[in-house]
């Protein structure tokens, strides 16, 4: 803890922490980051070096990366050159899941980066995919080491659990069942189910199982954990997590959430907003399931039909593939073209990248179809947009879960989690319900209140980034 008189030197003297970031693939990853690094740069005592790995999976995050970089040409890019790795070594065949385990194998080309900086680095935040090979390499250049999580805190809690629940999988033995009722049991936080619980998790053969396992047990290493979460969203697993409930071995979690998007995210074709300003308030549903999410075909054609049968106004946008370069299907081979005819007037279908912290802040918006990614229900949060879960794998289940307590969403039960085959007619009603909800709408306003307490002067953000601050002090 610095004294009185190191705080005061501190502040005639400010450039007195020097962070490196580094996330791992996918915009999920990238874009809390990038936002995190923004609001260090805002205070003007934190020199950041970003460090990003090339090439990347998606043309989404090659953008983003050079737009943050032309908006602030005082952080230092360094980029980490992949080993080559073959694909049929892995356990997975998700794109970004490949690169994480790429990105692990060669972690210890860090080591060198890290130390070819002009002005030395007090403090590495990196991915939450990193973590067992990052460790080592932060603890040999004496460097603090946190994880900037991309997930909720009760996606935190699930994680620091999951070596229990795994070996409880493991075990043949039926009194060892990990599940009682259906239920998970962690310590401190509310049952989670397990239909929320991704199917690559109840099987520990699979990458993600393997990772978290290596992964868990370490999580206690590192000098903090940051989530881009609020206790507004987040209260029982923040407290728990904090209080020692989960796991005595975890570190701080400190709560910076929640992020706002910024300027440099914007691109001039990205946002349909002459569309929405000609829609009343609260009018128009905004339909996304993130950057790496897709429903198939048929799937995707009853959501255009049900969007048109709830009556409601929407925007919608459709992804055909996982990485964005590869979806370069027209529209109407995607929809076909009858149901485009039927969307005429009453919608709009984007099949491109869309600026969404800007539709989720347009006064149009009354209400959001998601997958449950955490960035986009943070963005829902901080805009006090409703949500419709419909959460279709990895962390989405647990993050609809907290949509559903906090009150800022509905998730229907009987969706599930993954890809079923839900009716138009089903989706239709679904989104009357939720968009015509008076109760929703208040918890929504009442949530963005909290988001902006926790986000303004003085709020739990701001001590946050205070504390963070104090511990990167470069040691003198
Ligand atoms: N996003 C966006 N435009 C799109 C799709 C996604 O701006 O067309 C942003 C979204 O606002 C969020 C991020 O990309 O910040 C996606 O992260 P999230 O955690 O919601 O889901 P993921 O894509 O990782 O599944
Ligand atoms: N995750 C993790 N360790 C890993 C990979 C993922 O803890 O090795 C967590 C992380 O919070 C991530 C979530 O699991 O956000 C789901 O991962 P996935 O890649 O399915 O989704 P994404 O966040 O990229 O949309």
Not at 110 to 124: D, E, G, I, Q
Not at 223 to 249: R, T, Y
Not at 379 to 397: C, F, S, T
């Amino acid at each position: 803890i610095p004294t009185m008189s190191t705080l005061s030197d501190d502040i005639h003297n400010p450039k007195t922490a020097h962070v490196a970031l580094f996330p791992n693939a996918g915009m999920g990853h990238l874009v809390p980051f990038l936002r995190f690094a923004a609001l260090l740069l805002r205070r003007n005592d934190c020199r950041v070096t970003l460090i990003t790995i090339n090439p990347t999976v998606s043309l989404a995050e090659s953008r983003l990366t050079s737009q943050f970089l032309s908006a602030f040409p005082q952080v230092t890019h360094l980029q980490l050159h992949l080993l080559p790795m073959d694909p049929a070594t892995v356990n997975s065949s998700d794109p970004f899941w490949l690169r994480f385990e790429a990105v692990r194998r060669s972690a210890h080309l860090l080591r060198p980066l890290l130390s070819s900086t002009s002005s030395p680095v007090s403090a590495l935040v990196h991915d939450v995919t990193l973590v067992s090979p990052l460790i080592p390499i932060a603890q040999s250049l004496s460097l603090p080491c946190y994880v900037l999580f991309s997930s909720s805190a009760r996606m935190l809690s699930f994680i620091s659990y999951y070596p229990t629940l795994a070996s409880g999988l493991e075990s043949s033995n039926s009194e060892s069942n990990p599940f009682e009722d259906g239920l998970l049991r962690i310590p401190g936080i509310s049952p989670i189910y397990k239909s929320s619980i991704p199917s690559l998790l109840l099987d520990t053969n699979t990458l993600f199982a393997q990772i978290l396992m290596e992964d868990s047990p370490n999580l206690s290493r590192l000098n903090g954990i940051l989530v881009n979460s609020f206790e507004g969203l987040e209260k029982e697993s923040v407290e728990a997590v904090n209080g020692g409930k989960v796991s005595k071995a975890l570190p701080p979690l400190f709560t910076v959430g929640p992020f706002p998007p910024f300027e440099f995210e914007k691109t001039e074709w990205s946002t349909p907003t002459g569309w929405l300003d000609q829609q009343p308030d609260g009018s128009v549903v905004y339909a996304c399931f993130g950057s790496r999410t897709t429903l198939p075909r048929n799937q995707m054609r009853e959501v255009g039909e049900g969007l048109v049968k709830s009556g409601y106004r929407f925007i919608w946008v459709v992804k055909d593939m996982i990485v964005d370069k590869e979806d370069d299907n027209e529209l109407s081979e995607v929809l076909g073209l009858d149901l485009i005819e039927k969307i005429k007037g009453k919608g709009l279908v984007v099949k491109q990248w869309v600026n969404q912290g800007e539709i989720l802040g347009h006064r149009a918006i009354g209400g959001f179809m998601s997958h449950c990614g955490w960035n986009s229900i943070v963005e829902a949060a901080a805009h006090g947009v409703k949500i419709l879960a419909w959460p279709l794998h990895g962390d989405q289940g647990i993050n609809a879960e907290v949509v559903r307590a906090s009150g800022l969403g509905i998730w229907v039960e009987s969706w599930g989690l993954g890809c079923g085959e839900i009716k138009s007619d089903e989706i239709g009603e679904r989104v009357r319900e939720f968009m015509g909800s008076e109760l929703l709408r208040l918890r929504a306003e009442k949530i963005l209140d909290m988001a902006s307490q926790a986000g303004g002067v003085g709020g739990s953000q701001q001590k946050s980034f205070d504390k963070l601050i104090q511990e990167w002090h470069i040691k003198k």
